[in-house]
């Protein structure tokens, strides 16, 4: 009996409980994706550097591909901020 | 029943997204038909002045563009391309004018990565036929059909949610902004918007446009899109 009402003590904090750990799970989600694009871009931008400083005539080229290159691998942080979206939003 | 709905009850209930893409391509087409009609007035032997100008270097860029990726199928894809890269520059950065982006939407972004994906596979059944394209999803061994068949669904899920992530990423953070800041935000709002709504909606009109083009020279057989060759002959 006791241990009923604990249960049921429980689930009257249930939907406050799953929306502060979505929260909490968006936070997440949003720092931990930041980390490899941010990587990976910085990697992308040190070898742009490198390619204009060895070759200042292609420099206009480089700096396309870069940014391409940067967009593209950008998408993976933002499926991460999709995913915070979700949790923020349409969790409740 | 359906009299009842009058039009402009309808036009309250679609969301706000789908509303600015109406107008903004209405807009949008109106200019382009005022300047097609001043192209057909405009001979080849004229001086080119004017609009005419930066028409010409749109198309003599697409066509650049497409040509060094696919190599010789690319005058019935340029039109296209064009097309959309227009469509999305504007959408991208209708910000700007005060609308709400319409490719912060995802039913937008999705019609424009569905409508590539069938681009895609039509190409790739035109330039093989259909027994070798069927064929090119058992590439290099029958075992690789599930990754073969995961990797064109990605195509349309992946640029959907790229453009529709960036733009919509961009409208929080400034909506974030002027919220926080109220009519302070006058002070660096203007920054703000140069970055989020040109230069990202810039970069990723680019990408969509690019990977698009990366997407069916994929599905080309490999001897058309050399990539050298293609630009020694432009």
Redesign the interface.
């Known amino acids: 009996m006791k241990l009923l009402m604990t249960i049921l003590e429980a689930a009257q904090f249930n939907s406050e409980f799953i929306r502060g750990m979505a929260c909490l799970g968006a936070g997440i989600a949003m720092g931990l994706g930041a980390i490899g694009p941010g990587i990976g871009e910085g990697i992308a931008a040190s070898k742009a550097c490198e390619g204009t400083a060895r070759q200042p005539e292609a420099a206009k080229q480089i700096r ?1 591909i870069m ?2 290159g940067q ?2 691998s ?2 993976t942080g ?2 991460s ?2 995913i915070a ?1 979700l949790l923020m939003f349409a969790v409740r | 029943m359906m009299m009842a709905l009058s039009i402009s009850q309808i036009f309250r209930n679609i969301s706000p997204s789908i509303k600015s893409s109406i107008i903004i391509t209405f807009i949008l087409a109106i200019i382009l038909i005022i300047i097609g009609i001043r192209l057909r007035k405009y001979k080849p032997t004229d001086e080119p002045k004017g609009i005419i100008i930066v028409i010409e270097w749109l198309v003599e860029t697409m066509n650049e563009m497409c040509k060094s990726t696919i190599g010789k199928r690319y005058k019935k894809l340029a039109p296209y391309l064009t097309t959309i890269a227009l469509l999305l520059f504007v959408y991208n950065i209708s910000g700007l004018l005060g609308f709400r982006p319409p490719t912060a939407s995802v039913s937008v972004t999705f019609a424009f990565s569905i409508t590539t994906f069938i681009l895609v596979e039509v190409y790739g059944l035109k330039s093989q036929g259909l027994g070798k394209h069927l064929k090119s999803y058992l590439d290099p061994i029958p075992l690789f059909l599930p990754m073969n068949i995961i990797s064109d669904i990605a195509i349309p899920i992946s640029l959907g949610l790229r453009l529709f992530g960036n733009i919509l990423s961009g409208l929080v953070i400034m909506s974030l902004v002027y919220t926080v800041l109220g009519w302070a935000a006058v002070a660096i709002s203007p920054i703000l918007h140069l970055y989020f709504d040109l230069f990202s909606g810039f970069i990723q009109t680019l990408v969509f446009c690019m990977l698009t083009l990366v997407f069916i020279a994929g599905k080309l057989p490999d001897e058309e899109v050399d990539y050298f060759d293609n630009m020694e002959e432009s």
């Open positions: 396309s940014l391409l967009a593209v950008e998408t933002l499926y901020l999709l979206f």
